[in-house]
């Protein structure tokens, strides 16, 4: 070849390559593509029955006419037609044209907790079952399948390829089931992905310890960096799940399903469990989690999830075999090394707070224990003494039980305090309804006669209100702790079946708003409880026409009504845990009235600290002021 050839192949080489480059896709028009891409796999899967038997043919199909000729143009179409289909599959898939058809073959990987089923077409996770639990319905406790679950790896190629790793075929490493046990115990599966260069592949690596939850997933790029398209630093991960139904009720899960993500640098933050919500990672993202009421299936990466691109979306579903489909669309950074390895885990396991505390990735905020104090409480006090109590394989009844005991104890002195306040006002309550009576016309110097009693008497009106505070943000914390309390889940305790959900005793032929179509016996005696304390406590003042007092005891009637309706869905659990609650302190009040507290003995201190000078306090001394200043705005 002269000169002038040469220099003409390299110009045509260079037109070429200057030719890809420039026209390789944006950003913008990847985004686009991956969309339609990923609408079009499921579309390719229910066809590839039909396609496969057009190009398999038997005996049956083949024509009855004898002539050499007929026989011949039959058997020439396949060959035509595998030369078109290569064509074709060489223009879409590119250097992986040689994976796009194949036998799909499932590999089973398992230990004690899980057992989960990969795929050689797509090398995806197809199923995922966790063998130490079932379902409400005693069935097999299955977190997805193969119906019910998408998982994608896509990137583009320097010659402007769409790659959906979804539709092709991989080379597993054995075909043979793996099972692993024992801490020390593990196994690696490798499904790698040839491409129609040798040295060019990319390798799906799954590794599973024993006893643990957790599954390494790495993405090895071998030879990939002239593959991929020069023009972008990513590729791009899409996984989705429709969450079934395993539970008692589909309302609870659906109110307790969603997506939950952790920022690199930030707390994990999730999608308003009641709406339908698409959102976009606003920053470098460590782990994405598809939230369950009890379980969830946790993408982890080893470094970080890059934020171009990247969304989350919750979309609720009417099918009742499903809650709803929570979908994850990823990106990963890529480094266009020669050998780059695209590291990842899988977390699928139950919610359970220290099994997610262990791994220090911050997934036990998965579990909803409630923000500022009330997480506290439910980390530093009730999860340790529920540990403690649940060490001695006792019934959950019984834990619930003992639990409510320590708890009262433990606030036994502000409850006693409590009391003592009750107690000075019942005492004062005759000496206030005369200055009442004797200033009714008179609202600030009713006011002012009362202030000025109580500051002779010694008595803080507000003290009762103290102890009352200092003891909501416990009920509150139980109030979010037993609803999401996996160890609750089918734990029967006498007539209820599942401590975790609802107690139903009786079925109703229809169901009655905002209350349901069953009965629950715990809400019920919870409610009458609620009657009771409010009675016994004294807090009710039953006999004053103060039209206060009055709305009191109207409210003391109503608020066990309104429990009815607002607890009959709930846990049982909780229901169980406040009529437990409620007895005991029916109880130390009635106790302590009649062994601790002497009221002849509070009134005489009462009436000895009349006697005394009395001192301003700052506080009273305000309430004065502001009393005046109303009075004095009414007037003008």
Not at 11 to 31: Q, R, W
Not at 266 to 291: C, G, H, Q, R
Not at 346 to 352: E, I, K, L, R, V
Not at 379 to 395: A, M, Q, W
Request: hydrophobic fraction near 40%; charge should be neutral.
């Amino acid at each position: 070849m002269d000169r002038n050839g040469i220099i003409g192949l390299i110009l045509i080489a260079a037109i070429v390559i200057t030719y890809g480059i420039i026209n390789a896709p944006s950003k913008e028009e990847i985004e686009k593509a991956k969309a339609k891409k990923e609408a079009e796999l499921k579309e390719k899967e229910k066809q590839e029955a039909h396609t496969s038997d057009i190009f398999n043919i038997t005996n049956d199909t083949l024509p009855t006419d004898s002539s050499a000729h007929s026989v011949t143009d039959t058997l020439l179409k396949p060959i035509e037609n595998d030369s078109v289909q290569n064509a074709l599959l060489l223009s879409k898939h590119g250097v992986f044209s040689g994976v796009a058809n194949g036998k799909e073959e499932i590999i089973s990987l398992e230990n004690e907790k899980i057992s989960f089923q990969i795929s050689t077409k797509g090398a995806r996770i197809t199923t995922v079952m966790l063998k130490e639990y079932q379902t409400y319905y005693k069935e097999p406790l299955v977190l997805f399948d193969k119906d019910s679950s998408f998982f994608n790896f896509n990137f583009f190629t320097t010659d402007n390829k769409d790659i959906h790793t979804a539709e092709l075929f991989f080379e597993p490493s054995t075909t043979q089931n793996i099972r692993v046990s024992g801490e020390k115990d593990s196994a690696v599966l490798v499904l790698k992905l040839p491409s129609n260069q040798p040295e060019k592949y990319i390798e799906f690596v799954y590794t599973l310890k024993g006893n643990s939850y957790m599954v390494d997933f790495d993405v090895r790029m071998v030879g990939m960096n002239d593959v991929v398209s020069p023009r972008t630093d990513l590729c791009y991960l899409n996984w989705w799940i429709k969450s079934p139904n395993q539970e008692k009720t589909i309302e609870n899960q659906q109110n307790t399903t969603t997506i939950y993500f952790k920022y690199k640098e930030e707390v994990a933050d999730y999608i308003n469990e009641m709406k339908d919500e698409k959102n976009p990672l606003e920053a470098s993202t460590k782990w994405v989690a598809f939230k369950q009421q009890f379980f969830s299936a946790v993408i982890i990466s080893d470094t970080h999830f890059d934020k171009a691109d990247a969304f989350i979306e919750t979309k609720k579903l009417s099918a009742s075999k499903y809650v709803k489909q929570l979908t994850a669309s990823l990106s990963l950074p890529y480094q266009h090394k020669e050998d780059d390895v695209l590291g990842m885990q899988f977390y699928f396991g139950p919610n359970h707070y220290q099994t997610l505390s262990s791994y220090h990735l911050g997934l036990e905020k998965l579990i909803p224990l409630g923000w500022g104090i009330l997480g506290w409480v439910n980390k530093y006090l009730v999860i340790p003494v529920f540990n403690f109590l649940d060490s001695f394989n006792l019934n959950y009844g019984i834990i619930i039980l003992l639990l409510t005991i320590f708890i009262k104890l433990l606030l036994s002195p502000i409850t006693y305090r409590n009391f003592v306040s009750s107690a000075k006002m019942k005492v004062l309550k005759p000496e206030i309804a005369e200055l009442n009576e004797k200033h009714k016309s008179e609202p600030l110097k009713k006011q002012q006669a009362v202030m000025e009693l109580y500051k002779r008497a010694g008595v803080n009106p507000f003290a009762g209100c103290i102890p009352v505070l200092l003891q909501m943000p416990i009920l509150i914390a139980l109030f979010r702790f037993f609803p999401a309390s996996i160890e609750l889940r089918q734990q029967g305790f006498l007539w209820a079946d599942d401590l975790s959900t609802y107690d139903s005793v009786l079925e109703l032929p229809f169901s009655i708003p905002f209350y349901g179509e069953h009965v629950s016996l715990f809400t019920i005696l919870m409610a009458i409880s609620i009657f009771f304390y409010s009675k016994a406590t004294g807090q009710i003042d039953t006999t004053s026409k103060d039209p206060m007092a009055v709305q009191m005891r109207i409210m003391m009637y109503i608020m066990p009504f309104m429990m009815l309706f607002f607890f009959n869905n709930y846990s049982a659990g909780l229901s169980y845990y406040y009529l437990v609650a409620n007895l005991i302190t029916i109880g130390q009040t009635w106790a302590i009235r009649k062994w601790v507290i002497n009221e002849a003995a509070i009134h005489k201190q009462i009436q000895e600290n009349k006697k005394k000078p009395v001192k301003k306090s700052q506080f009273q001394q305000r309430l004065e002021d502001m009393a005046k200043q109303r009075s004095l705005g009414k007037k003008k």
